[in-house]
């Protein structure tokens, strides 16, 4: 097996065809393959939604390019069980040779689909927490993201999703991180962390969704939810 630079359409489609989120987000800076004969492997790396508030929430001195986001990670079922592992270790040290100027890279594991982050605690990451955060489903299970809903219909107040047959649920995604450089350089970066790295890690029995404005919080198991919704006719009158 051989780690490749290839072409972002190419690792877009095996995405869809193979992620459970199917979407990838606009920020992709390193669309790295894992090749054996065929593409067997995709790691897409840039930055989140949001890049340089989810940077300075952790280093406020550092910027975008100090850092890079795995966005994605997906590898076919058929491969060995550790090849995740190896992958993401190819990766690793592609980076640092090709982007030295890189300081540090995060992930984010979704709680919310039940998965707490076995891949970056077996390749000895560093957690820092969790944020709340929330989408809805569809009677069918589909996950859509509520920036999704603002770009398609303007907003997403109550009326909008009810109309939509929505639910909304919350819960948690964890940040994981990995200091690139030196010895020295990755104590600092773990010395001046504004949030404190560990290796107490997350369970799945951390992973937790409930529904938004429930006054119980009642709490359920994450399940594999599937998917992310895209609306494929126009946008409907809903009122």
Not at 128 to 152: C, D, K, M, S
Request: charged share 25%.
């Amino acid at each position: 097996m051989q780690l490749e630079v290839i072409n972002p359409n190419v690792a877009k489609r095996f995405i869809a065809d193979y992620h459970y989120a199917k979407i990838c987000p606009p920020h992709i800076l390193e669309p790295l393959g894992l090749v054996e004969e065929s593409l067997v492997g995709v790691a897409l790396w840039g930055w989140g939604v949001r890049p340089l508030h989810t940077i300075q929430k952790l280093w406020p001195g550092l910027l975008t390019k100090d850092y890079r986001e795995l966005c994605r990670l997906c590898v076919l079922d058929r491969m060995p069980r550790n090849t995740e592992s190896w992958f993401l270790s190819r990766c690793i040290d592609w980076l640092q040779r090709n982007r030295p100027d890189v300081k540090v890279l995060t992930s984010w594991a979704d709680g919310m689909r039940g998965k707490p982050g076995y891949i970056y605690q077996a390749s000895n990451w560093l957690y820092a927490g969790y944020i709340e955060t929330e989408f809805y489903v569809t009677r069918e299970n589909e996950v859509v993201h509520p920036r999704f809903l603002i770009t398609r219909f303007g907003h997403r107040d109550r009326a909008t999703t009810e109309a939509l047959g929505l639910t909304k649920l919350r819960g948690k995604q964890f940040l994981y991180v990995y200091p690139l450089g030196s010895h020295i350089q990755k104590k600092t970066l773990v010395r001046t962390s504004q949030i404190l790295l560990s290796r107490d890690y997350p369970k799945l029995s951390d992973c937790l969704v409930w529904q938004a404005g429930d006054a119980s919080r009642a709490m359920r198991q994450a399940t594999n939810l599937e998917g992310a919704v895209r609306f494929r006719n126009p946008a409907p009158r809903l009122f």
